[in-house]
Structure formats: C-alpha cells, structure tokens
C-alpha cells in the first residue's frame, strides 16, 4: 500500500508541478534560442535586388526537405531509417488519443487520432529504428567519429519517451501509476532539455532554409 501510496503521490507530481516546470523552462528557453537567433540580425545589402525573396525562401523550406537522389544513393540506410523514426516520433506524439486529450486540455485544440493498436505498432517500428540508427552510429567509423556526447544524449532523451510510454501502455510495470510517472518524467526531461541541445533544430531549420533561399533569391539565383 505505501508503494502505491508513493507511486500516486509520484504521479501526481509530474502530472502537476513537474509538468508545469518542464513547459516553462522548454518555452522560455525556445523563446530565447529563438531570439537570440533573430537580434543578432543580417548586415544590410544595399546592392539592387535581382528578384523576391519570399518565393524563393519557401520553395527552398520544401526542396531542402526532399531527399535528393545523390544523397540517397550515397546514404540509404541513413536516409530511409531517419525518416523512418522522425515519422514514428511525431505519429506517436500527435495522434495517440490520450496525447490528443491532453493537448485539448490544455490549448482548447484537438483532432482525431489513429486507433491504440495503429500506435503501438509505430511506437515498435520507431524504437526499432531508433536503436538502428545508434548502431550505425557507433559501428560506422566516420559517426562514431563524428559523433558527440551531446548526440548520445538527445538520442537516448528522445528513446526514452518511447520507451517508457510502450512500457506503460502495456501495463509491464507495477502500479500503473508508477509507470506512467515514468513516462511523464521522461517527456518532462526532454522538454528542459529541448531548447539547449540540438534538438532546438526542429525550430530553427525551417528558418535557416527560408533565409537561404530568400538571399538566393535575391541575388537572382537557385538555391
């Protein structure tokens, strides 16, 4: 009973105080990395604009985000396993029913979701994925090579909500509250860290690309 007690009680902090730090710390800390990238501004070019430069910024937002054949053919494990799990993520993230409901509660905006057994099986194929990909970044010389603390760190931050959810999900710990603690917990610690890693590029890399094409395309040329 006092395991129950503790796991209720556990519960009901990350539902509560621990959720409402995470959300502070994960929007004030976007809003920083946000401006911090927008105050440090662009040198004025004074040369005569050759075209626009709005088109051209989001035609370079879509092309960018489109696998060229060339890097597809050099890379396919990498490609095709990285859309792969960034796909899964957000499915998971945005369509489960009791996400829905939560985000309702707390902006007034919800749609429909896929149903529970859709879920769980992203949720498979997501952590398959993910566990592909640190293999291949451990065993292939170049990532390992390359690769950072930083990078095992947001890969193991964005594993663990998935994990803990399906572990949950499942009910394959008890009590339940307890595991959904769990759950809440890890979510919460990607949140506070989300802004400070490079996480933070879900954000910034459509800014980047529009700002790309927007200068190419006053120059008058192809991004």
Same mark, same amino acid.
């Given at each position: 009973?006092?395991?129950?007690?503790?796991?209720?009680?556990?519960?009901?902090?990350?539902?509560?105080?621990?959720?409402?730090?995470?959300?502070?710390?994960?929007?004030?800390?976007?809003?920083?990395?946000?401006?911090?990238?927008?105050?440090?501004?662009?040198?004025?070019?004074?040369?005569?604009?050759?075209?626009?430069?709005?088109?051209?910024?989001?035609?370079?937002?879509?092309?960018?985000?489109?696998?060229?054949?060339?890097?597809?053919?050099?890379?396919?494990?990498?490609?095709?396993?990285?859309?792969?799990?960034?796909?899964?993520?957000?499915?998971?993230?945005?369509?489960?029913?009791?996400?829905?409901?939560?985000?309702?509660?707390?902006?007034?905006?919800?749609?429909?979701?896929?149903?529970?057994?859709?879920?769980?099986?992203?949720?498979?194929?997501?952590?398959?994925?993910?566990?592909? =990909?640190?293999? %291949? !970044? #451990?065993?292939? /010389?170049?990532?390992?090579? $390359?690769?950072?603390?930083?990078?095992?760190?947001?890969? @193991?931050?964005?594993?663990?909500?998935?994990?803990?959810?399906? =572990?949950?999900? %499942? !009910? #394959?710990?008890? /009590?339940?509250?307890?595991? $959904?603690?769990?759950?809440?917990?890890?979510?919460?610690? @990607?949140?506070?860290?989300?802004?400070?890693?490079?996480?933070?590029?879900?954000?910034?890399?459509?800014?980047?690309?529009?700002?790309?094409?927007?200068?190419?395309?006053?120059?008058?040329?192809?991004?």
């Amino acid at each position: 009973m006092d395991i129950f007690n503790n796991a209720n009680d556990f519960l009901i902090w990350t539902r509560g105080t621990g959720f409402n730090i995470a959300i502070a710390i994960f929007i004030f800390g976007v809003l920083i990395r946000v401006l911090e990238i927008l105050l440090l501004g662009r040198k004025a070019d004074y040369s005569e604009p050759r075209g626009t430069q709005w088109g051209p910024g989001l035609k370079t937002i879509i092309s960018r985000s489109l696998v060229d054949k060339g890097t597809l053919n050099r890379s396919p494990f990498v490609v095709v396993v990285g859309y792969i799990w960034h796909i899964g993520f957000f499915i998971c993230l945005l369509l489960f029913v009791p996400h829905i409901e939560l985000i309702n509660a707390s902006l007034g905006i919800k749609w429909p979701g896929l149903p529970s057994p859709v879920l769980d099986a992203a949720a498979a194929v997501t952590m398959f994925s993910m566990l592909a =990909i640190l293999w %291949h !970044r #451990m065993t292939h /010389p170049v990532m390992k090579f $390359l690769s950072t603390y930083e990078d095992y760190l947001v890969w @193991l931050l964005s594993f663990l909500p998935l994990l803990s959810g399906y =572990i949950a999900y %499942h !009910r #394959m710990i008890n /009590p339940y509250p307890m595991a $959904l603690g769990l759950h809440l917990l890890t979510v919460e610690l @990607l949140l506070v860290v989300f802004p400070f890693t490079k996480l933070m590029h879900a954000f910034t890399l459509f800014l980047a690309r529009w700002y790309t094409g927007a200068m190419m395309g006053r120059k008058g040329v192809e991004s």
